[in-house]
């Protein structure tokens, strides 16, 4: 009976080391992880705005091109100079798909 009794303790011990060495990990792993957020956030937020710049609808040929290289005429988008003019020349009627 005392034998169990010392089973039973030792399977309550082992799974609290469990326990404790997960916890140990994550508290690791997310320290860690805020350190690279950190020094990646704040180091080159210049570095990529690439990713994080908006795409727009050419209104010319349906291209889409970033927001930067777009060009903006009468409050409608386009991917070039060209199309803008091109639509700008077209009468507006004939347009409409
Ligand atoms: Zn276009």
Redesign the pocket.
Known sequence: MRQIFLLILLFIVGQWLVKALRRHDAQTAQRTGKDANGTSGGARPADTPHLAEPMIR?V??G?HAPKSDSVVVAGQL???AA?AQRHGARPAGRDAR
Do not use: G, M, Q
Request: with cysteine; net charge negative.
């Open positions: 050419c010319e040929c291209v386009f991917c070039c199309h």
